[in-house]
């Protein structure tokens, strides 16, 4: 993968950016954006306790077995992926592509085309800084991805993990101006696309607040988040007092119910576990690994309280291939299956012959 410019440096280990290193540069931008930053504050101030109030009353709809379950497969981990994807039975597939690796775009469309017509894929638009601040630079190579994905892909998520400043936005402004931009061309050239956002990772609900309430001209078609629990617990564990991850969809569902904004339907586009000993593979440190054992356990509880709530349309895990957080290891001279992937394949098939929850 071509390297991000700098301060920004990409970690192919753990697949993700390296936290940024430069302070003043951090510092300045912070500065830049500290009016968007208060009006963040503001606009929790009302909507925050009013979606935890208003949580429990919204009921959920029915989850169609078949379409539950999707994975995030990447262009680095080679043509083994199609026949590990056709032995799990999934048919909704997540494939990030870099605004940074433009010049490379044409393979990344072969890469999606190669898991047959008959999946169903979202593309993950990673942002950089670059197109961030260069407005013309974005239209261009948006209205090419659009035009080139056309065939392949009808779902687009705008942006990922907008929350991290080492992810190249310094504030939800700067991600609705980004966003607009994007949606504003689908709407004039392709208006059958799809636009998911706004992808906040973690239990961090204040971004998605603002996100979700403001000015601007913005809608997704469908919310997503990378929703993340306690990295060193289950899914049954909470933060903040009650959150567990069944609270946490709850008050998710409650702000989409809440914002003119959004559709209702959810995606988690990004979950799943740092396993033990596989550094510099993991993306935390040891202390939050967890073995490969409990991280099926994990997922199994996770999938089954997500697809339980009515609440979660579809989770994409992240990712198929990943010694340090996926359910296959590559590290050696063969792939190794770990306990998840048997777990999932045996969850896609129960799922997928129950219709609906």
Not at 139 to 161: C, H, P, W
Not at 173 to 190: A, M, N, W
Not at 206 to 221: Q, S
Request: hydrophobic share 40%.
């Amino acid at each position: 993968m071509r390297e991000l410019k700098s301060p920004f440096r990409w970690d192919s280990y753990s697949d993700q950016p390296y936290p940024l290193k430069d302070k003043a540069y951090k510092r300045k931008k912070r500065i830049a954006n500290l009016w968007d930053t208060t009006v963040m504050v503001l606009t929790n101030i009302f909507f925050y306790p009013l979606s935890i109030l208003l949580m429990k009353l919204w009921r959920g709809g029915p989850v169609h077995g078949s379409d539950f379950i999707g994975m995030g497969v990447d262009i680095t981990k080679g043509s083994e992926q199609v026949a590990l994807i056709e032995e799990l039975g999934i048919r909704h597939l997540l494939i990030r592509m870099p605004l940074w690796e433009m010049s490379r775009v044409d393979e990344y469309v072969a890469f999606a085309k190669s898991f047959g017509k008959e999946k169903k894929i979202l593309i993950n638009i990673l942002q950089d800084r670059e197109h961030i601040e260069d407005h013309a630079l974005l239209v261009e190579d948006i209205t090419l991805l659009f035009n080139v994905f056309k065939d392949v892909a009808d779902e687009f998520q705008v942006g990922n993990a907008i929350n991290r400043t080492k992810w190249g936005f310094f504030s939800v402004g700067e991600y609705l101006r980004f966003y607009s931009t994007v949606e504003r061309i689908r709407d004039q050239h392709h208006p059958d696309i799809r636009l998911v956002g706004p992808s906040v990772i973690d239990f961090e609900y204040h971004y998605t607040v603002r996100a979700l309430f403001n000015l601007y001209p913005v809608r997704y078609d469908k919310l997503s988040a990378l929703l993340y629990v306690d990295r060193r617990g289950s899914p049954y564990s909470t933060q903040m007092g009650i959150f567990d991850t069944r609270n946490k969809i709850d008050m998710l569902y409650s702000l989409a119910k809440l914002s003119p904004k959004t559709g209702h339907d959810i995606y988690i586009t990004e979950v799943n576990w740092p396993i033990s000993h596989t550094a510099p593979y993991a993306p935390t440190s040891e202390a939050e690994c967890i073995s490969e054992e409990l991280y099926a356990e994990y997922m199994r509880e996770y999938l089954h309280i997500a697809r339980e709530s009515g609440k979660i349309r579809r989770v994409y895990w992240h990712q198929l291939i990943a010694p340090g957080y996926g359910l296959v290891d590559n590290r050696g001279t063969r792939l190794r299956k770990m306990p998840a992937f048997r777990l999932l394949k045996a969850l896609v098939t129960e799922y997928g012959n129950r219709s609906e929850v």
